[in-house]
């Protein structure tokens, strides 16, 4: 399956389990705990990735918070070696990262990050799909 046909709902994609609510009163608390606790490298990629999430959220977009959105994005990938350095993730092939990358376009081409859109692009690939492993097909 292309990454064209995947929408950006960040909330389903990066917090699966989490509510709306929670994941907004997470980013409340979240960078203040985080602040003076870690060093500034830690805090910059975190911080980058909340900002991420949050203009993602957007119900509508302008050219101005798209290229917010992809500047947040360089800026994670700008401070993300720091985890590497402390070994606490060995590399960053990481999908749900690596959808984060076509978000902008998805947004463009889709509209704004919304779950029924997710879902109607979700139902749409299964019915054009063999429907066989169809969990692992969509998945991949």
Known sequence: M???SVTPDILHQLHKGWTGTEHHEMQHVFL???AGAVQPTIFCAVYAVLDFIFYAQF???MSQTLNTLKNTLDEFHEHKHIFKDFGV???FNISKLHLMT???ESIK???SANE???IDF???AYCVMNRRDYIAQMTK
């Open 2 to 4: 292309g990454y064209d």
């Open 89 to 91: 993730h060995d590399n």
């Open 122 to 124: 979700a139902k749409n």
């Open 109 to 111: 081409s889709c509209g």
């Open 32 to 34: 203040g705990v985080l």
């Open 59 to 61: 119900h509508f977009h």
């Open 116 to 118: 029924h859109l997710h």
């Open 102 to 104: 076509h978000y902008i």
